[in-house]
T-cell receptor, first 115, second 111 residues
Framework: DVKVTQSSRYLVKRTGEKVFLECVQD?????MFWYRQDPGLGLRLIYF???????EKGDIPEGYSVSREKKERFSLILESASTNQTSMYLC??????????????FGEGSRLTVL | AQSVTQPDIHITVSEGASLELRCNYS??????LFWYVQSPGQGLQLLLK??????LVQGIKGFEAEFKRSQSSFNLRKPSVHWSDAAEYFC?????????FGTGTSLTVIP
């Protein structure tokens, strides 16, 4: 069965802390994505990656960075967390044919609270 | 620019009643269209997708959607809603190398 696993379902961090959100997929997908979900705003793309060591900015990259050292793993990094980064973070992956024709497979989400 | 509009933020229906969730998109080329469902505290699950061909597509859990090019719409329907259908529903467009999502419609089902 297809699986995207996000390491932490719930995190509570303090302002200024460095935060790592990890995502692993077992489908050998080339493409991986990080979205942020907020009420009334839907899903907004933070970063995406088409291959190992490659990354592209999405719509709201400010305050975030990513790392893709292995094909199956895509990490989202908040260098210095702020309260306005309190949100639900969703990781997703897709196959190359799924760039715009296939589907995204989502993890269960990581709910981050920054105090 | 690509965009997806879900005009209904929240819908309440009685169990057994029919359902239609609206989705309008803006995209210059032939769109690739998706409906996803999100149960509370969970990630998103694909309900159905449209790439080409028959404009009426069937999905999981008894859902269907109809692509209407003239109206730039891809509305989701279900003839008889079950209490377990209560969730948030997202319409999405695949454009270029990205996916664009609507803001979602929250569905409440009354017993």
């Amino acid at each position: 069965d297809v699986k995207v696993t996000q390491s932490s379902r719930y995190l509570v961090k303090r302002t200024g802390e460095k935060v790592f959100l990890e995502c692993v997929q077992d489908m050998d997908h080339e493409n991986m994505f990080w979205y942020r979900q907020d009420p009334g705003l839907g899903l907004r793309l933070i970063y995406f990656s088409y291959d190992v060591k490659m990354k592209e900015k999405g719509d709201i990259p400010e305050g975030y960075s990513v790392s893709r050292e292995k094909k199956e793993r895509f990490s989202l990094i908040l260098e210095s967390a702020s309260t306005n980064q309190t949100s639900m973070y969703l990781c997703a992956s897709s196959s190359p044919r799924g760039l715009n024709t296939g589907e995204l497979f989502f993890g269960e989400g990581s709910r981050l609270t920054v105090l | 620019a690509q965009s997806v509009t879900q005009p209904d933020i929240h819908i309440t229906v009685s169990e057994g009643a029919s359902l239609e969730l609206r989705c309008n998109y803006s995209y210059g080329a032939t769109p690739y269209l998706f409906w996803y469902v999100q149960s509370p505290g969970q990630g998103l699950q694909l309900l159905l997708k449209y790439f080409s061909g028959d404009t009426l597509v069937q999905g999981i859990k008894g859902f269907e959607a109809e692509f209407k090019r003239s109206q730039s719409s891809f509305n989701l329907r279900k003839p008889s809603v079950h209490w377990s259908d209560a969730a948030e529903y997202f319409c999405a467009v695949g454009a270029g190398n990205q996916f664009y999502f609507g803001t979602g419609t929250s569905l409440t089902v009354i017993p």
